[in-house]
């Protein structure tokens, strides 16, 4: 399927809003890394567009003391697919993660 052809001003609003939500993600990674935000928090948001579409391995790999493998391994053990997203997260996997890390 072939990508729609959009005008210049499209096309400007369209990577205006895709930066705006790069920095969006970038700020909840670094509010995780500082701890201002709690994984609990991120997953009771996965409504919020921006949250809900980010990939659960870089939520974790935000977290401090995760690394990729750490992520990687949490990820395989707890049978979450690397390509799963927030909101895709089911009941037991949410459950799951937030055992795994005390509901921080």
């Known amino acids: ?54 990939k659960i391995a870089a939520v974790l790999e935000a977290l401090p003391g995760v690394g990729k493998v750490r992520a990687r391994k949490l990820m395989e053990r707890l049978d979450i697919s690397s390509s799963r997203r927030v909101r895709g997260l089911g009941g037991k996997q949410r459950g799951a993660l937030l055992q795994e890390f005390d509901a921080k």
Request: no cysteine.
């Open 1 to 54: 399927m072939p990508l729609p052809q959009l005008s210049e001003e499209q096309r400007k609003q369209a990577l205006a809003k895709a930066a705006e939500a790069r920095r969006r993600r970038a700020d909840v990674k670094q509010q995780l890394k500082t701890g201002q935000l709690k994984l609990k928090e991120i997953l009771d948001r996965a409504s919020d567009e921006t949250i809900g579409k980010m």
